[in-house]
C-alpha cells in the first residue's frame, strides 16, 4: 500500500513561505495620517462646493441670486468657477466625483492606521487613482486661470490635498519596488520626497500670483 505525505507548510522556512506568498506591504503611520488629513481636507472642499452649488441652483429657480461665501472679489469668485461648463464636466457637478473619491483616500488611510497591508496590484491601483486626481485637477487649474478667469478658494484647497497624496503615495511605491526606478532615485524619495509637491504647489502659487499680478499689487 502506497503512502501519501501531507507536506507540513508550518516547517518550511520562512524565506521560502514568503516567496511563495505575495509580499504586501502596509504604509507608515505617517503616509497614514497625511492619507486621512488630505482625504478630509478633499472631502471638506467637495462638500462645501456642492452645497454652494445646490443653492446656487435653487436661487436660479426661485429667481434670486446666490454669492457663495468664498467669492471675494472678482478674482477669488468661486459663484464664476460653479457656474462654467468646466465646472460640470462628466455631466454632473465635479465635486460630487471628489465625495467619492477623497472618502476612498480617507478609508485608506484609516485601514493603514489599523495595520492593513496591501499587495501590489492594490498599491498601484490606488496610485493611478491619484495619478487621475492630479491630472484632473492640473486640468482644471488651468481652465480656472486661463479660460474661466476665477479662482475659488474651496478648489486651491483640493488641489493642494490632491497634490500632497499623489507624491507622497507615489514615493511610497518606488521606495517600496513597487514602482520600477533607478537606485538613486529610490534615494531620493526616500530622503527628499517632499521637495516634489513643495515645488509643485509653489509653481502653481507663482502661476495664480502672475496670472493676476495687476490685480494683486494694485
Given at each position: 500500500?502506497?503512502?501519501?505525505?501531507?507536506?507540513?507548510?508550518?516547517?518550511?522556512?520562512?524565506?521560502?513561505?514568503?516567496?511563495?506568498?505575495?509580499?504586501?506591504?502596509?504604509?507608515?503611520?505617517?503616509?497614514?495620517?497625511?492619507?486621512?488629513?488630505?482625504?478630509?481636507?478633499?472631502?471638506?472642499?467637495?462638500?462645501?462646493?456642492?452645497?454652494?452649488?445646490?443653492k446656487l441652483l435653487e436661487a436660479k429657480v426661485e429667481g434670486k441670486t446666490f454669492?457663495?461665501?468664498?467669492?471675494?472679489?472678482?478674482?477669488?469668485?468661486?459663484?464664476?468657477?460653479?457656474?462654467?461648463?468646466?465646472?460640470?464636466?462628466?455631466?454632473?457637478?465635479?465635486?460630487?466625483?471628489?465625495l467619492v473619491c477623497y472618502g476612498i483616500v480617507i478609508a485608506v488611510g484609516i485601514?493603514?492606521?489599523?495595520?492593513?497591508?496591501?499587495?501590489?496590484?492594490?498599491?498601484?491601483?490606488?496610485?493611478?487613482?491619484?495619478?487621475?486626481?492630479?491630472?484632473?485637477?492640473?486640468?482644471?487649474?488651468?481652465?480656472?486661470?486661463?479660460?474661466?478667469?476665477?479662482?475659488?478658494?474651496?478648489?486651491?484647497?483640493?488641489?493642494?490635498?490632491?497634490?500632497?497624496?499623489?507624491?507622497?503615495?507615489?514615493?511610497?511605491?518606488?521606495?517600496?519596488?513597487?514602482?520600477?526606478?533607478?537606485?538613486?532615485?529610490?534615494?531620493?524619495?526616500?530622503?527628499?520626497?517632499w521637495v516634489l509637491p513643495v515645488l509643485h504647489i509653489g509653481i502653481i502659487g507663482?502661476?495664480?500670483?502672475?496670472?493676476?499680478?495687476?490685480?494683486?499689487?494694485?
Amino acid at each position: 500500500m502506497s503512502k501519501t505525505t501531507v507536506k507540513d507548510v508550518s516547517m518550511e522556512p520562512e524565506t521560502e513561505r514568503a516567496e511563495i506568498a505575495p509580499r504586501t506591504e502596509g504604509g507608515s503611520r505617517a503616509l497614514a495620517l497625511l492619507l486621512v488629513i488630505t482625504g478630509a481636507a478633499g472631502l471638506l472642499a467637495a462638500w462645501v462646493i456642492t452645497i454652494d452649488k445646490f443653492k446656487l441652483l435653487e436661487a436660479k429657480v426661485e429667481g434670486k441670486t446666490f454669492t457663495p461665501g468664498c467669492s471675494l472679489n472678482p478674482v477669488v469668485s468661486c459663484g464664476s468657477v460653479m457656474e462654467s461648463k468646466q465646472a460640470a464636466v462628466f455631466g454632473f457637478p465635479n465635486p460630487m466625483l471628489g465625495l467619492v473619491c477623497y472618502g476612498i483616500v480617507i478609508a485608506v488611510g484609516i485601514s493603514l492606521l489599523a495595520r492593513a497591508r496591501y499587495p501590489r496590484w492594490y498599491w498601484l491601483t490606488f496610485n493611478a487613482g491619484c495619478l487621475f486626481g492630479v491630472g484632473f485637477c492640473a486640468w482644471l487649474m488651468f481652465q480656472s486661470l486661463y479660460r474661466i478667469n476665477a479662482l475659488c478658494l474651496w478648489c486651491s484647497l483640493a488641489w493642494v490635498a490632491t497634490i500632497l497624496m499623489f507624491w507622497y503615495v507615489t514615493s511610497f511605491n518606488i521606495r517600496k519596488g513597487f514602482l520600477p526606478a533607478p537606485n538613486w532615485l529610490k534615494g531620493f524619495f526616500g530622503e527628499f520626497t517632499w521637495v516634489l509637491p513643495v515645488l509643485h504647489i509653489g509653481i502653481i502659487g507663482m502661476l495664480i500670483l502672475t496670472r493676476w499680478w495687476d490685480f494683486w499689487t494694485s
